[in-house]
């Protein structure tokens, strides 16, 4: 991240580059990960419980997301609207990242039900959606490098 000259980054992106619409899209994903996983962890913390484990001994994946998923998608879109070099970095390398995300958690669903033991409709449709979603903003993006 460090090699990329960022006092000329942002004049090799065109200025059609749908910048608000990108950026919209990384705080839906934002959102969406909270939601998703503050709605497992928060309501048992609130009734005294212990949240379910289910078949992981940690919530690694969620911390992970939590602690830093969310905050880099929220960033990157601040600072892509922002026009900042660091916000065409971060957005570029984030898009990536969520369709590498999308992909993994859409074949884990589609593998779960497979195998006869299929994971909720509410977290495999919002991933495909995210996956094609960020499939356009990639493509939308390398269209609009110089």
């Known amino acids: 991240m460090m090699s990329f ?3 000329t980054l942002s004049q090799h992106f065109s200025e059609r580059l749908p910048r608000g619409w990108i950026a919209g899209l990384l705080f839906v994903i934002g959102g969406f ?19 379910a484990l289910e078949n992981t001994t940690t919530f690694v994946i969620q911390a ?8 880099l998608a929220v960033l990157a879109g601040v600072l892509l609207l922002r026009r900042s070099a660091w916000g065409y970095l ?4 984030f898009v990536m990242k969520a369709i590498a995300l999308g992909l993994a958690v859409s074949a884990m669903c589609i593998n779960m039900t497979l ?3 299929p994971d909720s409709l509410a977290i495999m449709v ?16 390398l269209k609009n490098v110089e």
């Open 115 to 117: 195998a006869g033991t």
């Open 5 to 7: 000259d960022l006092t």
């Open 64 to 71: 992970m997301d939590l602690g830093l998923i969310v905050p």
């Open 33 to 51: 990960l909270s939601l998703a996983w503050l709605g497992k962890v928060v309501p048992p913390l609130m009734q005294n419980l212990t949240p």
């Open 90 to 93: 971060l957005a570029s390398v």
């Open 126 to 141: 919002p991933f495909l959606a995210i996956t094609v979603a960020n499939l356009f903003a990639a493509v939308s993006l």
